[in-house]
């Protein structure tokens, strides 16, 4: 794995600031008294356990340590199409029984997301019906491939096209997002290609592939388990080893060895859609997720633009009037994360307005650092072209 450093002109500012940021919030910081329990079942499946009592609901969330970084040229997709598979059927739930079974119990969340390193899996409900949410998770992890056959296959094939119809290529400035990846990254790259896959390689899944990938990556020595809220420890343990704890191990999981290259120049690209507004996305390579370097990363989005009270959303929006909104955020991942600021311009003003007075407020944290006081702004681009508008990235 390569190191990484800031890809634009200012990367010794920016090397600077988040040391100078970690020294100013640390010192005098109260510690996090988060109580956990985190045990490893024979089989490899890792558990926490966190218990509050306050109110009586339960959270379950379910992280498969898979995505797009264990995906290989011309099988993108692979983790974000077995997202929806896994809500279809199972060995022993029926077609599309999962959503009713939940949302008969008082579930008040079920969902799931893929990103480039992990898919999960999540349920909050009442904290009675814990059993039937493990016993859910259980059924999909060890007998997903039982019901899994061509019909259900190209079911959610479609499902997912769509998806990214509507998603990216027909959403507002959705190809621009895709783009920066494409801009941060080569070819080749497991994090070039968007999460939610190509047509082409989605469309192109054989069965047999997709019951390999499900077979070497959904299994429990590649699993967390997590379990929050109302519940009693012994009992809980009791539920995870009777559901999880015949689910057999699978084989060692591949390591990762993809190298990202560094970036040692500044990289543009105006991307054309049909937008209305200007929108600016500025993105720098950041230290790996629990690196050092990767706490002080979120702290400097926070300082910049993580709310109203922040120093770019009051520049760029409150004083100078010239972005309609603006954030920034820290993207951990495991091959290199990303720091990116994103701001849309208001109308009548352009990328270029926005850009300026970003770079100014990012010399002024550099030069200055942060205080004790909340800070002021932030984020994001595109420019006029015909009846198009463009979006740009600066990398």
Same mark, same amino acid.
């Given at each position: 794995m390569t190191s990484f450093t800031? $890809?634009?002109?200012?990367?010794? $500012?920016?090397?600077? +600031?988040? +040391?100078?940021?970690?020294? *100013?919030?640390? $010192?005098?910081?109260?510690? !996090?008294?988060?109580?956990?329990?985190? #045990? =490893?079942?024979?089989?490899?499946?890792? &558990?926490?356990?966190?218990?509050?009592?306050?109110?009586?609901? &339960?959270a379950v969330n379910l992280w498969y340590h898979v995505g797009p970084a264990n995906e290989e040229k011309g099988r993108t997709g692979f983790a974000h199409l077995f997202e929806h598979m896994m809500f279809q059927s199972?060995?022993? &739930?029926?077609?599309?029984?999962y959503f009713q079974m939940l949302e008969a119990a008082g579930a008040t969340l079920t969902n799931g997301t893929t990103d480039f390193d992990r898919t999960n899996y999540m349920a909050t409900l009442p904290a009675d019906q814990l059993e039937l949410a493990l016993w859910l998770e259980a059924d999909r992890m060890g007998f997903l491939l039982d019901r899994l056959d061509g019909a259900a296959l190209a079911n959610q094939q479609d499902v997912v096209r769509n998806e990214r119809?509507?998603? &990216?290529?027909?959403?507002? #400035?959705?190809? *621009?997002?895709e783009a920066l990846f494409h801009q941060l990254f080569p070819q080749g790259h497991p994090y070039y290609a968007s999460v939610i896959g190509s047509h082409e390689d989605v469309q192109a899944a054989q069965l047999e592939d997709v019951k390999s990938f499900f077979r070497e990556y959904y299994c429990p020595n590649n699993a967390s388990l997590s379990i929050a809220g109302d519940i009693d420890p012994a009992q809980a343990k009791a539920m995870v080893s009777k559901y999880f704890g015949t689910v057999a191990r699978g084989a060692d999981v591949r390591p990762v060895r993809a190298t990202t290259p560094p970036i040692t120049a500044e990289r543009r690209q105006i991307v054309t859609d049909q937008v209305e507004l200007e929108r600016l996305d500025l993105a720098w390579f950041t230290a790996p997720i629990f690196r050092p370097g990767d706490a002080e990363a979120h702290l400097t989005a926070q300082i910049l633009a993580g709310g109203k009270a922040s120093r770019l959303y009051q520049s760029l929006v409150h004083e100078k009037q010239i972005a309609q909104n603006v954030w920034a955020d820290q993207m951990p991942l495991e091959l290199g994360s990303i720091l990116q600021i994103q701001a849309t311009a208001r109308p009548g003003h352009t990328a270029a307005e926005l850009e300026a007075a970003i770079? =100014?407020? +990012? !010399?002024? +944290? $550099? =030069?200055?650092?942060?205080?004790?006081?909340?800070?002021?702004?932030s984020t994001a681009r595109v420019r006029p072209s015909g009846r198009s508008r463009s979006a740009r990235w600066r990398i």
């Open positions: 800031p $890809a634009c002109v200012r990367t010794l $500012a920016f090397g600077a +600031l988040t +040391l100078g940021l970690a020294t *100013a919030i640390t $010192a005098g910081a109260p510690k !996090a008294d988060l109580q956990f329990e985190k #045990y =490893t079942l024979p089989n490899g499946l890792e &558990v926490i356990l966190h218990e509050d009592h306050r109110l009586p609901i &339960v199972s060995g022993h &739930v029926g077609q599309d029984q119809r509507q998603g &990216v290529e027909n959403a507002p #400035y959705g190809l *621009a997002d770079d =100014t407020e +990012l !010399a002024r +944290l $550099a =030069t200055d650092g942060p205080t004790a006081r909340r800070p002021r702004s």
